[in-house]
């Protein structure tokens, strides 16, 4: 199954940006006209979030988001397989730069978060090639995925944990040493105590405490950050931007923290919301008293 997964990424590498938007577009009918779970999920996110908006731009928003998503598999065989230099080239524009380079210069590393938005893989070799990166993944359900996601997320030096009680620890290090700690900040933590219920568009949603508790390991500046697509007739370049987040996030009142941390996220997503990950069940873990609105009804 690896093999079959390296020789897979390696003919996606081959599919030129412009090829992979007409095919991204492509598969997002399939998906909507065989309702797999992807497109059930962003259905029922976008409606839960948007219901000032029609049904008929929601209905665009979803169908834009499940063909950005399908972009990904053909940007990751890129990211592995391409000439670095070319794909340094795909970058449009970079906003924040000094930003993070003051943050940086200052040694007491950098906390980075960056939602699922855009192509946040991309991040990992941009950053790679200047700085010392450590971030926290998810490993695959597909174990036999993982050396090929490993690959391409440490081509340019980053070190990835998992997401354990071990990689924690190596995240910890990774602060210590003033590195950039990556932290996707939209996921829905477990555990009982992982997690701080606060509003995202409105609606409630089970918001992590991790960003909180790295945030004190020394004195980090926080960052957000992202990396998203602008695609015309040459394909697909990109744009990279690094900002402030809201001041609450260094509150040591939870429910403060919580809502700086959404209100931020929040803002990076409304750049472009089709080019957010809707197809995750951001609203999920909400309680035993809470509807599951992901249920099959």
């Not at 063909?67 to 670095?84: D, K, N, V, Y």
């Not at 606060?198 to 990396?227: N, Y």
Request: hydrophobic share 45%.
């Amino acid at each position: 199954m690896a093999t079959f997964i390296r020789w897979t990424f390696w003919l996606l590498s081959f599919i030129p940006s412009t090829w992979a938007v007409a095919i991204g577009r492509g598969f997002a009918r399939v998906m909507i006209f065989c309702n797999v779970d992807s497109h059930r999920i962003s259905k029922i996110n976008v409606d839960h979030c948007f219901v000032d908006k029609s049904a008929a731009e929601r209905k665009q928003i979803v169908f834009n988001s499940l063909a950005q998503t399908a972009l990904l598999p053909i940007e990751f065989a890129h990211l592995l397989h391409r000439p670095i230099e070319q794909l340094m080239s795909r970058i449009n524009t970079v906003q924040g730069e000094d930003l993070l380079r003051e943050a940086w210069a200052e040694g007491n590393g950098v906390l980075m978060l960056m939602p699922h938005f855009g192509c946040w893989e991309f991040m990992s070799l941009y950053l790679g090639s200047d700085y010392s990166v450590s971030a926290l993944y998810t490993p695959p359900n597909l174990a036999a995925l993982e050396p090929t996601i490993l690959r391409a997320r440490e081509r340019q030096g980053a070190t990835l944990f998992p997401t354990s009680a071990a990689g924690l620890r190596g995240l910890v290090r990774g602060m210590k040493a003033g590195h950039v700690v990556v932290l996707l900040p939209d996921q829905v933590p477990t555990g009982e105590t992982g997690g701080i219920m606060s509003k995202f568009f409105d609606r409630e949603a089970l918001t992590m405490s991790l960003a909180k508790r790295i945030a004190k390991v020394g004195k980090p500046k926080i960052i957000m950050a992202c990396a998203w697509r602008e695609i015309d007739t040459k394909g697909i370049n990109y744009n990279i931007s690094f900002e402030l987040p809201e001041a609450g996030i260094s509150s040591q009142e939870d429910e403060i923290y919580a809502a700086a941390l959404n209100n931020s996220v929040q803002k990076i997503v409304e750049k472009d919301f089709a080019q957010y990950q809707w197809s995750y069940k951001r609203f999920r873990r909400l309680g035993l008293d809470k509807e599951d609105i992901y249920r099959r009804q």
